[in-house]
């Protein structure tokens, strides 16, 4: 008996914690195209590749399309809100970058830190082919 | 030339073992910082959190005052921990603005009302507008700008106590 007690005892604190949960949610506004699709299909498709490409800065091995961080929630309507007013993908990363850096864009740019990875396949490439050549050479 | 080879690729994994080594011991730095640090605010435009407040705008910073910028909210639980902080800073002379990011005029009075207000003006910045455009990544967070309208220094996460002194020093290198 006691035990049921404390059921209906633990649903009336449920029932009143779901009364009160709304209004927490209500106390953290977000911007109004953080949650709501662009009604252009094409412009609403361009902005979520962006935005899956671009880094949650406050939760950072998540996208700002995944996350539901207030910062990843700003961050949503404005690249919606410059996607909407006809603005170039690009120009909006780039944007990003010239306030946070880099590491902003999952998308890796060459710059004057990256050149390496882009250039050092090439060099191994080129260096095992002259060994190759040098072997084949050699055997004949 | 077999042997130097072998020599120059060992050097080269041990290079990169001892490299890993030590980036593994230094702590992680999850912050972010702003690449605008050294130029000047962005142009912005925002209206004032209550209806007698004044709308703020990058000219306000050029008057020769170096002041704080402290972007905040008041849904925002470390910005409450950090309120008596800025109160301190306020006492000890600091001129702070505080821009309440994704906010409404009644939970800005009512945090004000409850925590204190350190401010000598208070905008609104419901889009993030210019919390994006100055390089913030969250709330809260308080940057030095000295007379000429730059962006001196960010203070990213909440002010604690050792912050202080921190502050007012970059304060006072920007002019106070």
């Known amino acids: 008996m006691i035990a049921r007690f404390s ?36 412009r609403e498709a361009a902005a979520q590749e962006l935005m899956e490409t671009l880094r949650c ?7 700002i399309a995944d996350s539901d961080a207030p910062m990843a929630a700003s961050m949503r309507h404005e690249v919606r809100t410059r996607i909407a007013a006809g603005e170039d993908p690009e120009a909006i990363r780039n944007w990003l970058i010239q306030r946070y850096g880099d590491y902003v864009s999952y998308s890796p ?32 | 030339m077999k042997r130097l080879v072998i020599i120059i690729a060992l050097l080269g994994l041990a290079g990169f073992v001892a490299l890993a080594a030590v980036k593994m011991q230094q702590p992680r730095d999850d912050f972010v910082r702003s690449a ?9 435009a925002l209206p004032a959190a209550s209806s007698e407040g004044e709308e703020l705008t990058q000219a306000d910073f050029r008057d020769g005052t170096p002041r704080l910028l402290n972007v905040w909210a008041s849904w925002c639980v470390p910005c409450i921990a950090e309120a008596p902080q800025l109160s301190e800073l306020q006492r000890q ?11 409404t005029p009644e939970n800005i009075a009512k945090f004000l009302a409850d925590y204190g207000d350190p401010y000598s003006a208070v905008a609104s910045d419901r889009m993030s507008q210019l919390q994006l ?44």
């Open chain 2, 93 to 103: 002379g600091a001129d702070i603005v505080g821009v309440a990011i994704n906010d």
């Open chain 2, 36 to 44: 605008m640090i050294g130029q000047p605010l962005p142009a912005f």
């Open chain 1, 57 to 63: 800065l406050t939760c950072q091995s998540q996208s």
């Open chain 1, 109 to 140: 740019q060459v710059g004057a830190a990256t050149w390496p990875l882009y250039a050092g396949p090439i060099v191994l490439l080129l260096i095992a082919g002259l060994l190759i050549r040098h072997r084949l050479g050699g055997k004949r």
């Open chain 2, 133 to 176: 455009k100055i390089g913030s990544s969250g709330v809260p967070e308080t940057f030095v700008i000295d007379g000429d309208g730059v962006i001196r220094y960010q203070h990213l996460g909440d002010i604690m106590e050792r912050d202080v002194p921190v502050l007012m020093a970059e304060l006072r290198k920007a002019g106070l």
């Open chain 1, 7 to 42: 059921v209906v005892g633990a649903l009336l604190s449920l029932m009143v914690a779901s009364l009160t949960l709304p209004i927490a949610a209500a106390a953290t506004p977000h911007p109004p195209l953080a949650y709501r699709q662009l009604d252009n299909p094409s």
